[in-house]
């Protein structure tokens, strides 16, 4: 009992308590941060690849629409992800300033990240907000343009 | 004293909620993390799907496919002979119909729905002079006209003898060559005209120049005769297989034009003419009776329509199909 002496038990209790808080903490804000840059990361790579894949198919789309007659139709069906690493996005397509430069601007919503993916076409894309999930590219040829609808 | 060590020794059953409120809150973390690499191992799964786009590169090779078959068709029945155009349409429709079954059927194995049918056909002539012979009508006219209100020439060539051309002393203007009487193959629209003047400069060479409405004169494109001929194509504008830049004033005439020859008797040769008009005329012989030149039937061109339906992609499209070496 020499030990004890001089250190009230009430100290020793608290002191111990809080080293214990203090280490915990330390642990979960680490381990928290660590899951939080994780799952950005994961939205933003699955942004990328949706967005890659509306691009493709697009460009896809284009190539296929470029010979249509006037009377002729095409539709093609993409499949993007409805959510990525658990977010809901939106795909906004919007014009360049540079003709037939389209931007795909992926917006999630939590976490807010943000992932943009321009493509070249001969068709103009006209500008439109879709959620992401199936959608359905549709070519206008009497006016030689492309329209993405939600599925 | 003793009392406060036995408390504390009683509580120490109770230590450490701290250690295991952290050590729930750690799981649940690492739970959400596993979560989320879950998520990130599906969008790489995601990223190695095969892509729509397959689907379209497959239709327009349908496509392709179907306008080369129903061409090939076409090009048979130009070739067969001189039917009538009713004969060479309904022949053309029922191979594309027995061609859209077969490969219909073939595609529907991997849950393909295509197929092509035949919409209309223009009915057009193709007028020939193969053998050597001065460019006048099947009666032995000079002027004569060969084509009358054609929208589109799909292939014009002529091979001429360098020896049987006019060789003028006064090449000026317009004028002076019609006065030569030089062979002249005349495009004329009712408001606007382009003469093509075909004459010999010295002793191989032959000339080609063009006049306008005003009858101004073209520098001139130069060949000299191989063999003591000279082809002239007047839809790639080419005299002797170069490039002959007087020529491109042809594509500036709107259509529909008649082309015509004048002073035919002082040029000979041979020469093939593809129009998209039916009409054949009393100045062209019969291709079954041997004579020169001759005018027969053929369909100048196609229009099909193409369908392609697969889960992901549905497309229809109306394309033109050429009947022959032309556009």
Partial sequence: MMDDRGVSMPIQYVTLVAIVAILASGLLVSAGGFVTTQQDSGVRHGLDVAGTRLATELVAADRLAGSLDETGTMELTVDTPTRVAGAQYLLKIEPTATPNRTRIRLTSIAPSEEVTVEIVTDLDVQPTTVDGGRLVIVADAANNTLEVHDG | ?327
């Fill in chain 2, 1 to 327: 004293m003793a009392s406060l060590i036995e408390h504390w020794t009683a509580r120490r059953g109770d230590r450490g909620q701290l250690m295991l409120v952290t050590a729930f809150a750690l799981a649940a973390l690492f739970i959400l993390l596993a979560l989320v690499l879950n998520a990130v191992i599906y969008t790489e799964n995601f990223a190695t799907r095969e892509s729509a786009g397959v689907d379209t590169i497959d239709a327009s090779r349908y496509e392709y496919v179907a306008s080369e078959a129903v061409g090939t068709a076409v090009e048979n029945e130009n070739a067969a002979g001189n039917s009538s155009y009713e004969t060479m349409y309904d022949t053309v429709s029922r191979q594309t119909v027995i061609w859209s079954i077969l490969t219909a059927r073939h595609r529907a194995t991997d849950a393909r729905a295509v197929s092509v049918g035949l919409l209309s056909t223009t009915n057009g002539t193709r007028i020939v002079q193969n053998n050597s012979r001065p460019m006048t009508n099947v009666s032995n006219a000079s002027d004569w006209r060969l084509v009358r209100d054609a929208t589109a020439v799909g292939s014009f060539t002529m091979t001429v003898n360098q020896s049987s051309l006019v060789t003028p002393t006064n090449t000026t203007n317009a004028g002076e060559l019609v006065d030569e009487g030089v062979y002249t193959v005349v495009f004329d629209n009712g408001t606007d005209v382009r003469q093509v003047f075909v004459y010999a400069t010295g002793t191989n060479n032959v000339t080609v120049r063009v006049a306008n409405s005003s009858g101004v004169l073209s520098p001139g494109c130069h060949a000299s005769a191989t063999g003591g001929t000279v082809t002239i194509d007047f839809v790639t504008r080419t005299v002797g297989g170069d490039h002959c830049s007087d020529l491109d004033a042809l594509r500036t005439l709107d259509s529909p034009y008649n082309i015509s020859y004048r002073d035919g008797a002082n040029a000979s040769g041979t020469y093939a003419v593809v129009t998209n008009r039916p009409a054949i005329d009393a100045d062209l012989g019969d291709p079954d009776d041997g004579s020169s030149p001759y005018g027969e039937r053929i369909l100048y061109d196609a229009t099909i329509e193409v369908r392609y339906v697969s889960p992901t992609l549905t497309y229809e499209n109306v394309i033109r199909v050429p009947g022959g070496d032309w556009a």
